[in-house]
């Protein structure tokens, strides 16, 4: 099992930053690729970003590239995501996840097995 906790949303004016963390505590952490994805009201959870287990690869949604970055720390069982230029369309409840059997990332909901609580990220116009 692992779990996983997430922190750093809140509400934000567009064009500011947020950084969320995660924090992974159970199996080990680098086993696992980990990736952010969210959801708004009344839409379905979308991908956002992935890092392999190493954190040497990444991968973004198209829509998002430039503008987050998704980065880890093994040392610390924490993965990041940095987003910067935020806009109010940007406004979703942010959860991470973690996938065992895709080391190297995933862009698929299905092939994480573990998923935090979620954190809620608001950007005002």
């Known amino acids: 099992q692992v779990q996983l906790v997430e922190s750093g949303g809140g509400l934000v004016q567009a064009g500011g930053s947020l950084r969320l963390s995660c924090v992974a505590s159970?199996?080990?952490?680098?086993?696992?690729?980990m990736g952010w994805f969210r959801q708004a009201p009344g839409k379905e959870r979308d991908f956002v970003a992935t890092?392999?287990?190493?954190?040497?690869?990444?991968y973004y949604a198209d829509s998002l590239k430039g503008r987050f970055t998704i980065s880890r720390d093994n040392a610390k069982s924490t993965v990041y995501l940095q987003m910067n230029s935020l806009e109010p369309e940007d406004t979703a409840v942010y959860y991470c996840?973690?996938?065992?059997?895709?080391?190297?990332?995933?862009?698929?909901?299905?092939?994480?097995?573990?998923w935090g609580q979620g954190t809620q990220v608001t950007v005002s116009s």
């Open positions: 159970g199996r080990t952490f680098s086993s696992y690729a």
């Open positions: 996840a973690a996938a065992g059997r895709y080391r190297g990332g995933t862009d698929r909901r299905t092939s994480y097995e573990y």
């Open positions: 890092i392999s287990w190493s954190g040497a690869s990444t």
